[in-house]
């Protein structure tokens, strides 16, 4: 049980918040709804209770659910780590673009798209002593026809969102292993899609398959290390972009 | 899947469902259930006969044409196609079109 809370609404859902800094709280005063029944949940925990004697002090932690999204000593990483998440529920993909759940590992301008539990893996230190930005949120908004992601500007901020390039991506991996073919990876893909109605549903499908034209997905790696590895061997290259 | 599938008459006419979308990828075609985000892979055999299924021509036509195309008897193809409409219509994938 967090010792502040609040219900926010933004387009139209509704986001449980918990954290022990009542300064998060004040600053969300703004969208706050009555409760709800059956709200998406994070948790912002700034200042983790100290251990035992001669344990390792926890690391402040974003949490969705029982999913660890970024645990870092820089609150300010943190806490726009945070309002970057919640504007990516506040800004519904619209006719022509697509909002995958997955999250963008940047470098030199270039992005990919992985599942956010797999970048969780791997510490955030290391992600930017390696030079790699992670973008931690929950969800990315890609416009097909430019092939661009583009990154979600935190909540309450005034910048406008930013674009990479989009330079790949890799979907949760499942209880196998081996390659897609073209029509089973848009399939899997489909299943990332935030937001798919009756009335967009044709053309969203036509933009999944053109990602998947542009730059073929692979099952994400299931190791730290593989992870790694991977991020190296995709964003290699991008250097000279 | 329903364990029992439709009776099947060729001379219906059928399309694809309220709701469900198809893209072609290479040689596959994806189709897309929107109600439960469900997708059905086809291969370029079943895709044809999928993309045949336009909401304006009778499934015999379809039958026919197909037979034609790939020079194979009409009994086999016929055969091999009603089998696999029934199972799209009764997984909702598809619906018979009124007034074609």
Known sequence: MWPHSLTIGLAGTAISIGTDAP??????????????????????????????????RPFPGLYHGSTALLRTR????LTTAFRRVLASHARPAGEGYVRL??????????????????????????LLAEGFE????????????????????????????????????????????????????????????IGVTAGNAASTLRAVAGLVARAHPTLAPRSADTVKEGLGAVLAGSASR | MNERLPELDTATVLGPASGVVSVTVGDEVVVYRVADAASLVLNSTAGLLWQCLDGASPLADIVD??????????????RDCVPMVGIWLAENLLEEVNGA
């Open chain 1, 74 to 77: 820089d609150i300010s990483r």
């Open chain 2, 65 to 78: 044409d197909i037979a034609r195309a790939f020079g194979a008897d009409r009994a086999d193809v016929e």
């Open chain 1, 101 to 126: 759940s997955l999250m963008p590992v940047a470098r030199h301008g270039v992005a990919l798209l992985a599942p956010p539990a797999t970048i969780a893996a791997v510490p955030d230190r290391w």
């Open chain 1, 134 to 193: 992670p973008l931690y949120t929950v969800s990315s908004l890609v416009d097909p026809a430019s092939g661009e992601v583009l990154v979600d500007a935190p909540l309450g901020s005034d910048e406008p969102p930013s674009a990479l390039a989009f330079g790949g991506w890799w979907l949760p991996a499942r209880h196998w292993d081996g390659d897609l073919s073209p029509g089973f990876a848009v399939a899997e893909a489909m299943t990332l899609v």
């Open chain 1, 23 to 56: 300064e998060v709280i004040a600053a969300l005063e703004a969208w706050r709804i009555p409760d709800v029944g059956d709200p998406i949940d994070y948790c912002l925990e700034v200042r983790p209770p100290a251990p035992g004697a001669g344990l390792p």
